[in-house]
């Protein structure tokens, strides 16, 4: 591949990786129930935030930038754990 290709790819990537941060940050919103009427949310619902890290993960590790994809992959996966932390500390138990 010829190298502006190259470093074009990296940069797309690298923005991919970045974009997962506020997707992530998105689909764990829209887990929360904002009208508290206790409908529950589909299980497979809960594995988007991940999802959208590992993508991210990925995408990261492609462009060559490790520790963009490392955090990528934490912030998806810790999204959910930390949403129900907070919610818990906020309306009790």
Known sequence: MK???REKRKRILATIAWAS???S???TLMLLDWQGTGVAKPLW???LPPVSGLVGGIAGFRAQKEILGAV???FGLLC???AIF???LVYGP
Do not use: D
């Open 3 to 5: 190298a502006p290709v």
């Open 21 to 23: 941060f506020p997707v």
């Open 25 to 27: 940050t998105a689909l």
């Open 45 to 47: 619902t809960f594995a």
């Open 72 to 74: 990528a992959v934490a």
């Open 80 to 82: 959910v754990p930390v």
């Open 86 to 88: 907070v919610v818990g």
